[in-house]
Nanobody, 120 residues
Framework: QVQLVESGGGLVQAGGSLRLSCAAS????????MGWYRQAPGKQRELVAT???????NYADSVKGRFTISRDNAKNTVSLQMNSLQPEETAVYYC??????????????WGPGTQVTVSS
């Protein structure tokens, strides 16, 4: 079984920074793309950032220039550095990964989420 676990969420003041991390564990052959999503109360889950296995990153327009996604393939982790946080970015942040658990079988996995609260 593959598991993703996020860490690093918490309370931060507007304009502050947080760094989220996500670690994959279990039995798998390869982790392909990874990403971060967020969901605020009453809203749909939205893409924040993704990163390919080769390190190519893409960002939502709203976070471009402020957030940085990175990964450590040796440690099976992905991180999200969030700077200049705004109150409207309060949400549960979820880690996502496209993982091949054995040859010819790959699927999406999700972490349970970590709460990020940005105070005004």
């Amino acid at each position: 079984q593959v598991q993703l676990v996020e860490s690093g969420g918490g309370l931060v003041q507007a304009g502050g920074s947080l760094r989220l991390s996500c670690a994959a564990s279990g039995s798998f052959v390869r982790i392909n793309a990874m990403g971060w999503y967020r969901q605020a109360p009453g809203k749909q889950r939205e893409l924040v950032a993704t990163i390919t296995s080769g390190g190519s990153a893409n960002y939502a327009d709203s976070v471009k220039g402020r957030f940085t996604i990175s990964r450590d393939n040796a440690k099976n982790t992905v991180s999200l550095q969030m700077n200049s946080l705004q109150p409207e970015e309060t949400a549960v942040y979820y880690c996502n990964a496209d993982i091949a658990i054995f040859h010819n079988f790959r699927r999406d996995y999700w972490g349970p989420g970590t709460q990020v609260t940005v105070s005004s």
